[in-house]
């Protein structure tokens, strides 16, 4: 089991940027399927962003060119920066990751964009 505990949320308005980190509780060398997910109140849960180990990223056409994925594994954590933020990327973001072929989830934080 890995816990991932997600920091960086918060209040900011439109056009303006934050950095979500994900930090896991073992080594991210050994978690694969890194992604993050993002589940606006009222609508399932969607997938924004993935890296792989080797560090080939993909991103949902909603957040391409705005959003930007990277593994740092000498901080052992897995980034989410975010530009040109828009009301409709409200939601509440989820770190997720795979070791040993369980899926594992953070417990979330609250982007909210808005003026």
């Known amino acids: 089991q890995v816990q991932l505990v997600e920091s960086g949320g918060g209040l900011v308005q439109p056009g303006e940027s934050l950095t979500l980190s994900c930090a896991p509780s073992r080594s991210i060398a050994v978690i694969n399927g890194m992604a993050w997910y993002r589940q606006i109140s009222g609508k399932e849960r969607e997938w924004v962003a993935s890296?792989?180990?080797?560090?080939?990223?993909n991103y949902a056409d909603s957040v391409k060119g705005r959003f930007t994925i990277w593994r740092d594994n000498a901080r052992d954590r897995l980034t989410l920066q975010m530009n040109n933020l828009k009301p409709e990327d409200t939601a509440v973001y989820y770190c997720?990751?795979?070791?040993?072929?369980?899926?594992?989830w953070g417990q979330g934080t609250q982007v909210t964009v808005s003026s």
């Open positions: 997720k990751g795979v070791y040993r072929g369980r899926t594992c």
């Open positions: 890296v792989v180990s080797g560090g080939a990223t």
